[in-house]
């Protein structure tokens, strides 16, 4: 059997409830910051901002750092074997900030709400050194994920001290995995 686009995908985490809710998150009930797995996928082509807020001018003006936590589904009817992910360089997120990724949750568990009191909180069981900004000459390896089984990613964006706001920047993640066939 082969996995086919679109069984891999990135859903939300329902780690905890922001106010006003609705300035994260499109269902409006958190903040993608841990937690339970959503049920909606997010749509990866202009992750970005379906992830975060909009940065405002003091925010880029002074540098800012947040976070959050989305999960790696295998929607197949097979486990995903060598699941690997990577950030194109077609975005054009480039140009005001750095995009991270980390991967310290074991498939098939929930990974913890990063903080209760700050999205600009980071997980303090991933050290500094543990985020890259993968590629797709060098992905990074989140292991195998059963059929219908998750992995957790954290992802960080740090806004460049200095750089200009910009309402419509985009990323995504690109996903690839083995059959084991």
């Known amino acids: 059997m082969v996995i ?14 922001v ?6 998150d499109p269902d409006g009930t958190a903040i993608s910051n841990g937690g339970t797995m959503a049920t909606n996928n997010l749509d990866t082509g202009t992750l970005l901002h379906n992830l975060w807020d909009l940065v405002t001018g003091d925010q880029s003006s002074a540098g800012y750092t947040d976070y959050r936590v989305v999960y790696v589904r295998n ?5 995903a ?4 992910l990577f950030i194109p360089a077609t975005k054009n997120w480039q140009d005001f900030c750095e995009m991270a990724v ?3 949750v074991t498939a098939g568990t929930v990974a913890p709400v990063l903080s209760t009191s700050s999205d600009e909180v980071g997980p303090a069981s991933i050290a500094d050194g543990a985020w890259s900004t993968p590629t797709e000459a060098a992905p990074l390896a989140i292991g195998n994920i059963p059929m219908n089984g998750f992995r957790a990613l954290y992802l960080r964006r740090k806004v460049t001290a200095g750089a200009a706001a910009k309402n419509l920047a985009e990323f995504d993640l690109t996903i690839r995995a083995d059959t084991g066939e």
């Open 81 to 84: 074997f060598s699941v690997r």
């Open 19 to 24: 106010s006003p809710a609705a300035a994260f």
């Open 102 to 104: 980390a991967s310290g």
């Open 4 to 17: 086919r686009t679109g069984d891999l995908t990135v859903r939300y985490s329902l780690g905890r409830v």
């Open 75 to 79: 929607g197949a009817n097979q486990e």
